[in-house]
């Protein structure tokens, strides 16, 4: 059973450096604001394969997407989802910062599409706690339901990832049923 790092994130053990992204990328399933495109995956079976000597799920993702995000960085926000477990192909030279609001009425309903509503934040409104800086080939297992933002360190460097998601199980309990092989 894996602990914790933080009520953030944990660092998980993944190697998927020989990944081929054609066989993951799918047909475009969602976009926000032209920045961050969803993709389904084209082939789990052959994603399955890559991970199921390497972890296990004792909750089951809601979905599992290849993603690419852009030359720009992220509003703060919460996702609609709870938890994710972010591989990151590219990281793209990125900061992700985790932060507690300063004023209580700071949030503002945003829907990026007519299929998520996420909650904006203003910055100056917001505390940072802690901030991770991903590297290629690196994973984690990020608590989304926390005041988050990415902070673009090259904003040339777009992000590839796979992301598994959670949408109404708490972090604590997802990352106490993830057994690593």
């Known amino acids: 059973m894996l602990q914790p790092d933080n009520n953030f994130y944990t660092k998980i053990n993944l190697d998927l450096k020989d990944i081929d992204v054609s066989k993951i990328k799918g047909d475009l399933r969602e976009s926000y604001d032209d920045n961050v495109l969803n993709y389904e995956i084209k082939d789990i079976e052959y994603l399955n394969s890559k991970i199921s000597n390497q972890i296990e799920f004792g909750v089951p993702p809601d979905s599992v997407m290849y993603t690419e995000i852009g030359k720009e960085g992220t509003y703060p926000h ?13 990281a793209g030279q990125a900061r992700l910062w985790w932060f507690a609001p300063t004023q209580s009425k700071s949030k503002v309903e945003h829907s990026d599409s007519n299929l998520t509503v996420s909650y904006r934040f203003e910055l100056e409104n917001l505390t940072p706690i802690d901030y991770i800086e991903p590297q290629d080939n690196e994973c984690y297992l990020l608590n989304t339901k926390v005041i988050h933002t990415v902070e673009k360190l090259i904003p040339e460097f777009p992000r590839y990832l796979i992301r598994w998601v959670w949408l109404n199980v708490r972090y604590d309990i997802v990352i106490r049923r993830i057994e690593l092989k």
């Open 78 to 90: 919460y996702d609609l989802n709870s938890v994710s477990l972010n591989y990151y192909i590219k």
